[in-house]
């Protein structure tokens, strides 16, 4: 079979379908129910390809992808929730002319060749910022991409997910249960390495017919500096929040200092078990128990255990761990505990009006133009400009509001060119405080 042979059901004779739709529908839609005529996509065009795994069948799909031509399709499966690294277990790829490949990762020092035969070629990922960290750790960068998740955003799509794309677009319907598996199995069972083959098997259409869609719009040139902007941030460390823990859900519910410090040493205690097992913190020991621990503050195992989220073996095995953790916080100075760190940029916004009403207006005024150009221009708003940009500029406006200092801030904030042409004259006109109405 070749690799541009028609899509078909696998259970249906060759005359069922013609293929995927011409046309697509309207995206200012906001998406249609799924198609009565869809057709379920069960199967690769090639069928399902054995995971690569050795040295020398990577030459090969290198030699393969390299021969191929046009735009390359790439996705990448992790392990989030079972492991405590966002590492890439399955990396998926489909060109013209060199199929589908699937390639493990797990026995390759690195795929650093293939980032390299891949080089001069556009890559095509859905929702890249989920993918590109695990990738470049691994070796792959894309020079130059396109990414139809965010494509669909800015052409005005309500329903952005692959599956609803796939759908609306091609008119074929693909099944995503197993979205949330541990690909860190071994070995991958046959059903998940047909869902991973077929979550590349329709990119490159997907990202044609979402391509004209985009220069339609006039929004291909506002798509390139997005893409841009993730090529550049592709190998980008992942930001370091500091004091961690105090993300740690429920952790709203405990009060003062001392218990704040056992949720802390709680949360590293866990951390280090986490990373010395490779698996996901929650696994380990999960938020509530922390929560539980820190507000009661038990002395000895039989208390720890009888709190809620301490009764599982594993957590259980532990035991000497937690109490370890809660003694050590109980052991430290008045001047070694919690204390709340100065929050870099502006406050939380239900805190602006008691904290200062005038800013608190000014952002509502900035919010009103962020939502009717995103409307004007069939944009959410959080595509039309970050949020935490508009926050950072209503609470310190330029000196002099101009519209060459909105533009000059947004920039410095890290907007793209595109959307500061797009609102930063209608923000500098509502920044300065509206005077007063005139009996």
């Not at 590109?132 to 691994?138: K, R």
């Not at 998740?149 to 995503?176: C, I, N």
């Not at 070694?336 to 100065?342: K, S």
Request: aromatic share 4%; charged share 25%.
């Amino acid at each position: 079979m070749t690799d541009e042979a028609s899509l078909r059901r696998r259970d249906t004779p060759d005359h069922a379908t013609d293929g995927p739709h011409a046309v697509p529908p309207d995206p200012m839609s906001g998406g249609p129910e799924p198609a009565r005529d869809s057709v379920p996509l069960t199967a690769p065009r090639d069928g399902t390809p054995r995971p690569v795994e050795t040295a020398e069948e990577l030459a090969e799909v290198v030699a393969r992808m390299a021969a191929g031509s046009g735009p390359v399709a790439v996705d990448a499966e992790r392990a989030s929730g079972y492991r405590y690294t966002q590492r890439a277990y399955l990396v998926q790829l489909r060109r013209e002319g060199a199929g589908t490949v699937l390639i493990d990762p797990m026995p390759l020092d690195d795929l650093g060749t293939l980032d390299a035969a891949l080089a001069d070629s556009e890559w095509v990922l859905h929702a890249a910022s989920q993918d590109l960290a695990c990738l470049a750790e691994i070796g792959m960068k894309p020079r130059r991409l396109f990414d139809t998740e965010l494509a669909a955003r800015l052409a005005g799509f309500e329903r952005v997910g692959l599956a609803a794309l796939t759908e609306q677009l091609l008119g074929y319907s693909l099944e995503k249960h197993h979205s949330a598996a541990d690909w860190s199995t071994r070995p991958l069972p046959e059903s998940w390495l047909t869902y991973a083959a077929l979550d590349v098997e329709l990119l490159i259409d997907l990202r044609d017919h979402l391509a004209d869609e985009l220069e339609r719009q006039g929004k291909a040139e506002w798509a390139a500096e997005e893409f841009a902007a993730l090529v550049a941030s592709a190998d980008r460390p992942p930001r370091t929040r500091p004091d961690p823990w105090r993300r740690t859900s429920g952790i709203h519910r405990v009060r003062g200092a001392r218990a704040q410090s056992r949720v802390r040493a709680l949360w590293y205690a866990r951390d280090g078990v986490a990373a010395r097992r490779d698996s996901a913190p929650g696994r380990v020991l999960p938020d509530s128990a922390i929560i539980a621990a820190a507000e009661l503050d038990p002395k000895d195992e039989r208390t720890l255990l009888s709190l809620p989220g301490f009764g599982g073996r594993s957590v259980r095995r532990l035991a000497r761990v937690w109490l370890d953790a809660l003694d050590t916080a109980r052991a430290l100075a008045d001047d070694e505990l919690p204390v709340n760190q100065p929050v870099e940029g502006p406050p939380p916004p239900h805190r602006w009006a008691e904290r200062d009403p005038v800013a608190a207006a000014r952002l509502q005024r900035c919010r009103q133009v962020v939502i009717a150009t995103a409307e004007a221009h069939t944009l959410p708003p959080e595509n039309l400009i970050s949020p935490d940009f508009i926050r950072r500029l209503a609470w310190s406006p330029p000196a002099e509001v101009t519209p060459q200092t909105v533009a000059e801030t947004l920039r410095g904030l890290g907007a793209r060119s595109w959307q500061v042409g797009l609102i930063a004259e209608d923000l500098a006109k509502v920044l300065p405080e509206a005077p007063p109405a005139i009996d």
